[in-house]
């Protein structure tokens, strides 16, 4: 049973690394020249906006439930997941389904983010100005942070999906032809 909640934990969190990347795609993209223009153009600078605002949240609030450990039952977060693979036993049962040196990488991963100093900025941020509304006492996060660790993280959670057995594809796979979507969202 337990092997089998990493499974369906694993099978949200890669839905989850595919919607982080999408979002990195469509900010990034709204944020170039050609993205500017059409928006200057339209006259729609305060829509835009609440657009930006909208897409941040959200890429925050999955980014950072990501490493939110589990306090109830039935929580799926990605971190319980990588809890549970701590026994040796569900360790175990997971690497006959799938492939031991990816689980043993994307466990290697999953440590040097939730160690990236980065995340603690990004949290405080989560908890202050979007989730809750409270005094934020440190700097925001920088956006070239908030999205090195979104990235990171799609990247661990692409190895756990794959070293569980959970998929076989790549998030690069699942891209294609987003960015064009997206350049034609903000055209």
């Given amino acids: ?45 305060d829509v835009v906006q609440c657009i930006y605002r909208a897409l941040w949240s959200r890429l925050v609030m999955i980014v950072t439930r990501a490493y939110a450990d589990a306090r109830c039952p039935g929580d799926r ?13 569900v360790r175990s049962e997971i690497k006959k389904k799938g492939d031991r040196a990816i689980l043993d990488e994307a466990i290697k991963l999953w440590a040097k983010c939730r160690g990236d100093h980065r995340r603690q900025s990004i ?13 934020l006492k440190n700097r925001k996060p920088i956006i070239n942070d908030v999205l090195a660790v979104s ?19 790549t998030l690069k796979s699942q891209l294609v032809g987003y960015q064009d979507k997206a350049k034609r969202f903000w055209a």
């Fill in 1 to 45: 049973m337990t092997a089998q909640m990493v499974c369906n934990i694993v099978k949200d969190a890669w839905v989850d690394a595919n919607e982080i990347l999408k979002l990195i795609e469509i900010l990034e993209t709204g944020y170039t020249p050609v993205a500017v223009a059409a928006i200057k153009a339209a006259g729609t600078d």
């Fill in 151 to 169: 990235r990171a993280t799609a990247s661990a959670l692409e190895r756990l999906a794959q070293g569980t057995g959970v998929v076989s594809l």
């Fill in 123 to 135: 949290d405080r941020f989560r908890h202050k100005q979007i989730a809750h509304w409270g005094i």
């Fill in 77 to 89: 977060h990605a971190q319980y997941a990588f809890d549970l693979l701590e026994d040796p036993a």
